[in-house]
């Protein structure tokens, strides 16, 4: 039982620094954004062509990742008004860590889904480079 509530609370903290980071990276992350895809496109040697092809879909991205952002975000803030009204690891605490964890996940969907589409306008080389930076990424999160 005590590994149990260890872990929710591991969780419920987790959850809180996602929401911090979300806060800060919409606060402060278009710069640090720019300076992570700019890095990441000159990581691949991309072409002008495929600057110009990658446009839309970093355009696409860039509006689905700011809604979930958002809404972790929002998710986040509704877990730490339930805690702070529960005061008690409750059903209604659990549904939403459950909420976070979806948008959590949903923000990590769109991501990769943004790295496969990606991968489309690359070489193939590139594209293997792409998911060996994404997967070292990954493993170290």
């Known amino acids: 039982m005590k590994r149990v509530v260890l872990f929710f609370v591991a969780v419920v903290v987790v959850a809180a620094l996602a929401g911090f980071a979300t806060l800060k990276l919409s606060r402060h992350g278009p710069r640090e954004h ?3 895809h700019d890095w990441l496109h000159k990581e691949l040697k991309l072409t002008a062509e495929q600057e110009r092809a990658l446009e ?3 355009a696409k991205f860039s509006v689905k990742e700011r ?3 958002a809404a972790l975000l929002e998710a986040n803030r509704s877990l730490a008004r339930v805690m702070g009204e529960e005061k008690t690891f409750t059903p209604r605490v659990a549904a939403a860590v459950e909420i976070v964890h979806q948008r959590m996940g949903d923000l990590q969907k769109a991501s990769i889904e943004h790295v496969f589409e990606m991968r489309t306008v690359l070489s193939p080389e590139q594209g293997d480079k ?4 994404a997967r070292k990424i990954l493993e170290s999160h």
Not at 130 to 133: C, D, E, T
């Open 130 to 133: 792409l998911l060996a930076l």
């Open 67 to 69: 809604e979930f952002a």
């Open 56 to 58: 839309p879909v970093e």
């Open 34 to 36: 720019v300076a992570a």
